[in-house]
Structures are given as structure tokens and as C-alpha cells.
């Protein structure tokens, strides 16, 4: 199985709901999450971020924030458990798309 240059990526994804009282979000404006995938790139990565953001009800991809190889991010001691746990996981499975806790707010800056 060649891997094309893909390796697992991490980043932060903005995300909002299409319409109030979302499924996901509840009440919600919005929420930041954490999403870790393959990819070759950060094209890759954003493309399967809104894959599965696009798979979950009502939810669209705002943004995408920070989005960089794992390159042992998890070794450092700065990485939440969480976190910890979607790395290990996607290593082990080359099609994942794995994302954590949606971190909600309830009003936009500004």
C-alpha cells in the first residue's frame, strides 16, 4: 500500500451551524475542534476536514487553523490526552478522520 506522501496532520477546524438549534451544537454560534487525518498537505487536509464536517448534521467548515503535520506533537507533554488518543488512533488506520471535542461559543466577536 503506497501512502503518496501522506502522514497523519492535526489542526483546528471553525465550524457553524446552517441553522439554530443544531444537532451538534445546540444553541450554539459555532465551535472549534480539533480534527486529525492523512494527508499530503494542507489541501488535503482541509478537504477531508470538510469531509467529515459536511457528514455530520447541519454543520459547515468556516476555517481551518493551524493545520500542520504531527511530527510527535505528542511526545512534548503539551498534547491533552485526547488529543493523544486521536493521533494514535489515526496512526493506525490510514483512512481516518478523527475529531475531538467541539469547543462551542454562544456570539461572534465584534
Do not use: C
Request: aromatic residues 8%; proline residues 3%; without cysteine.
Amino acid at each position: 500500500m503506497a501512502d503518496h506522501g501522506k502522514q497523519v496532520w492535526i489542526g483546528t477546524v471553525e465550524v457553524r451551524p446552517e441553522r439554530e438549534g443544531n444537532d451538534v451544537l445546540g444553541a450554539a454560534k459555532g465551535a472549534f475542534v480539533t480534527i486529525v487525518t492523512w494527508a499530503a498537505d494542507a489541501d488535503g487536509y482541509r478537504h477531508n476536514a470538510e469531509l467529515v464536517i459536511g457528514s455530520l448534521d447541519g454543520l459547515f467548515l468556516v476555517d481551518v487553523l493551524n493545520a500542520e503535520p504531527v511530527d510527535g506533537k505528542e511526545s512534548d507533554g503539551q498534547v491533552a490526552e485526547e488529543i493523544d488518543d486521536l493521533i494514535t488512533r489515526a496512526r493506525a488506520n490510514p483512512d481516518a478522520i478523527l475529531w475531538g471535542t467541539f469547543h462551542t461559543y454562544q456570539k461572534d466577536d465584534g
